[in-house]
């Protein structure tokens, strides 16, 4: 057996055990540039990835570039107001066209100058008439599938896959709807590399069970371990449920909110849509990354967050949305030397895995998933518990 079928072998092993016997994933999944490989093959090229919030592209014109898998790509909202994604490399001698986010009228490629509309077709391109074989009806920009679902934006390179609204139902029926998410406001997206492995910042996203000890100095205190509910999740998706304390007022309804009752105006859903978008959703603010391999041991990652619109149009509104990205980014930073540290820890030749506590559900569930992409096994998880 070599290597990498050692390891896949490992991986479903992992996953078609119960959940009372599970243990961390294989360290290798982690490391192995074989794996990382049948990673980009099976799942990046074949779901719908996150390029953040579609309000971060108000109007026509606006733009936003993104790397899918390794396609450099940019998404912009049309003369008729639909939200494009396109290939941002030129038709002519493949230059990148757009760096960074902004509006454009039309895209002009930085180069030679051709130009483009806002729905990918040539308009102009200098001197090219005295081509005879040249004709610039044949020239548009390559399209990238792209849709929006509760105010995220999606893009594949997959032709096939079903479209978010129909794949992410679930998602909104049981977690997001209640807090109307799309009429959130986002206020910061940043883009980062971190040394770690993409799924471990993902499983480190996806528990609570870290927050007490890795946040002690931040938001270790405000959260409440023993009130966590981990519900069985789905095809498509895991989440959990932690409560906050009130004197965490961003993390609580405002008090103007009145769609929210009872314990769901304290209550947070940390959601992760597989493979790589993870959302905490709170009554008052929200934070997401999307992540992407840059390699085994380093992880591309959008950053970014926001607030519900009664914190936005509050009177200190501003001084909310100061404080909310204080905090994320504090926490972010201790999030990161905790993955750097397990990343480093898995490619020891001594680590081996241990058990999963029962605040690990989600990772379980994450590795039955990669193991249903990568490994053909049909390991899912049990029916979701009644909330
Ligand atoms: S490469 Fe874009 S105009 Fe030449
Ligand atoms: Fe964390």
Redo the contacts with the bound molecule.
Sequence with gaps: MTAIETLLGELKANAERPFAEARAAPPGIYSSEAFLALEKERVFSREWICAGRADAIPERGDYLTFRLVDEPIFIVRDQGGEVRAFSNV?R????LLLAGRGNRKVIT?P????SYGLDGRLRHAPWMDASPAFDKRDYCLTRVRCDVWDGWIYVTLDPDIPPPEDLFRPVGEVVTDRYRFADYTETFREEHVWDTNWKILAENFMESYHLFQLHRGTIGNQSRIEEMEMPAGGAVFNYHWITKESDFPLANAHPDCAYLEGEWRRTTALITIYPSHMITLTPGYFWYLSLQPEGAGRVRILYGGGMAPDFINDPRGAEHVAEAKRILDAVNEEDRVGTEAVFNGTRAGLARPGHLSFLERPNFEFCQYLARRITGSTAMPDEPDPL
């Excluded at 002519?92 to 230059?95: G, L």
């Excluded at 180069?111 to 051709?114: C, I, K, M, Q, V």
């Design positions: 030129c002519h001698r493949m230059s490629c180069y030679h100058a051709w």
